[in-house]
Nanobody, 120 residues
């Protein structure tokens, strides 16, 4: 079965950086688009960044210029480099995989999430 396991979350101060990792198994990783979502308490889950099997990128406006998504098909892994973190970035971050490119927000498999907390 498909498994997505996130790591790298933690408690940081505003302005700091974090790098999230997601290890995937049980799927032909190179065929799937990968995405990072986040969900804060009382808010809807939102797509933060996505990367297609061919390397096409998507970023939410709130993170453009601060976050970078990348993938390593040899390691079946996707990463989210988060710089200049803000308290508003505080959320559970979830890794997701999907076979179809469009729409960007549609994914088939989800990880359990990793908590990111940014203090002011």
């Amino acid at each position: 079965q498909v498994q997505l396991v996130e790591s790298g979350g933690g408690l940081v101060q505003a302005g700091d950086s974090l790098r999230l990792s997601c290890a995937a198994s049980g799927l032909t990783f190179s065929r799937y688009k990968m995405g990072w979502f986040r969900q804060a308490p009382g808010k809807e889950r939102e797509l933060v960044a996505g990367i297609s099997s061919g390397g096409t990128l998507y970023y939410a406006n709130a993170v453009k210029g601060r976050f970078t998504i990348s993938r390593d098909n040899a390691k079946n892994a996707v990463y989210l480099q988060m710089n200049s973190l803000k308290p508003d970035d505080t959320a559970v971050y979830l890794c997701a995989s999907g076979l179809l490119l469009n729409p960007w927000e549609r994914y088939d498999y989800w990880g359990q999430g990793t908590q990111v907390t940014v203090s002011s």
